[in-house]
């Protein structure tokens, strides 16, 4: 599970802004040029929205590069995808969330094999034993900020970069160079650029920037006095609701429960998890508690986005268990934050919880952003059948109370 915990340190809303235009280019198959703060630059492109025509453009636009760095173009996997793949040297790095590199130094390799590396639910386009004298290191601050792009962007956390020599003569040969000279260059090509340290506060930033846009009485099924308030980062990002359940007080430790949103479970009511038992069961339980505050996280598939769930759900289908398929995605097991969650709090004025919830993740992650939980509330349902496995898994390899 990933950790975020407050600062305060002011975040610009422009830093928010070109992390979010660079997902969506991203997202759209366009690469970004980012760079960091010491002048070192490379262009970046996801591997899951990667086409050869793509692949062309950015071997085009490193073409352009003269000096003394190597610009040759790599694809950049997380250590868990990798060893996923069969790569067994990449299983030293997963203690540090390592990143591995191979060369794509041969115009032989296309973008499907590209895709199918990333991809564990595709057709595998590949031989690690050919691949094998291409893995290559790559620059850590750009390739960090890389992944984790791809991740922000709700893509399959694979990338390529290439880094960029850009100008000409004394300033080709250095391998940094002036932050205005990089992002002059993005210019000059239609290239949004973003750099790493922006891309390393966005979650926070995202989190704390979070400001109430809209609230309304919805009456629900056991717990008819509801009011819905939503939140949005003020880059215009996804939102955070809080259901507001009867009139709790501000001076007790109000019945919590930090709920990530499952189109699958809440919605379609599926029977693969356990999801919409929890969301119903928490809404009935504070409504016969006469009050309570739920707060629905957009954090998909423990925050890995609906689209890779259904990868993860297909993967499970093959024998992987919740917390595997994740890993052989290449995310890791628990990608949620909570942070938003506490702020959410905070602005509505409660800091003391009594936290609805099986995991005891929640609970220490919860209290490492600020807000005391004095009681854990069990919460959990029996088996329908269907997800017996995964509320073993849950058990097994997250530690959940069931």
């Not at 960029?164 to 391998?175: D, F, H, T, Y």
């Not at 809209?214 to 939503?230: G, Q």
């Not at 509505?348 to 209290?367: E, H, M």
Request: proline share 4%.
């Amino acid at each position: 599970m990933s950790e975020l915990v407050a600062e305060n340190v002011p975040i610009a809303a422009s830093a928010l802004q070109s992390v979010d235009r660079a997902i969506a280019d991203l997202r759209r198959g366009a690469c970004v040029l980012v760079y960091t703060g010491d002048g070192f630059a490379a262009l970046v492109q996801s591997a899951e929205t990667l086409c050869d025509a793509t692949l062309s453009q950015l071997r085009s636009l490193t073409s352009e590069s003269s000096g003394s760095i190597d610009t040759t173009p790599r694809l950049l996997l997380t250590a868990r995808r990798a060893a996923a793949v069969g790569f067994d040297e990449a299983r030293n790095l997963i203690p540090v969330s390592g990143v591995f590199a191979l060369s794509l130094d041969s115009d032989a390799i296309e973008a499907s094999t590209i895709q199918s590396l990333a991809d564990p639910t595709d057709e595998p386009g590949y031989d690690v034993e050919v691949l094998r004298p291409r893995v290559t290191p790559a620059p850590a601050a750009l390739s960090e900020s890389a992944i984790d792009l791809t991740k922000l962007a709700r893509l399959l956390p694979a990338a390529i970069i290439a880094q960029v020599a850009i100008g000409a003569g004394a300033a080709a040969n250095s391998q940094t160079l002036p932050v205005k000279v990089i992002r002059d260059w993005a210019g000059r090509h239609d290239l949004l650029s973003v750099s790493t340290e922006d891309i390393a506060d966005y979650r926070l930033g995202a989190a704390k920037a979070l400001t109430k846009v809209a609230a309304a009485k919805i009456p629900l099924d056991h717990a008819e006095n509801t009011r819905v308030v939503a939140f949005r980062p003020n880059d215009g990002g996804i939102e955070h609701l809080a259901l507001i359940i009867g009139e709790p007080d501000p001076s007790a430790p109000v019945l919590a429960r930090m709920h990530s949103e499952c189109f699958t479970g809440d919605l379609l009511g599926s029977l693969r998890c356990d999801c919409g038992d929890q969301l119903r069961g928490a809404i009935r339980t504070m409504g016969e508690a006469g009050s309570g505050i739920l707060l629905y996280l957009s954090q998909e598939g423990r925050g890995i986005g609906l689209i890779n769930k259904l990868r993860a759900y297909e993967l499970q289908d093959r024998g992987a268990d919740t917390a595997e398929a994740n890993e052989q995605l290449g995310f890791d097991a628990d990608e949620r934050i909570y942070l938003p969650a506490a702020e959410m709090l905070r602005q509505l004025g409660f800091k003391r919880v009594r936290l609805l919830t099986n995991n005891p993740q929640k609970v220490s992650a919860l209290a490492r952003c600020g807000i005391s939980v004095e009681e854990r509330v069990a919460h959990h349902f029996p088996s329908n059948g269907h997800n017996q496995f995964y509320l073993e898994t849950k058990a097994a390899r997250f530690g959940h109370y069931l």
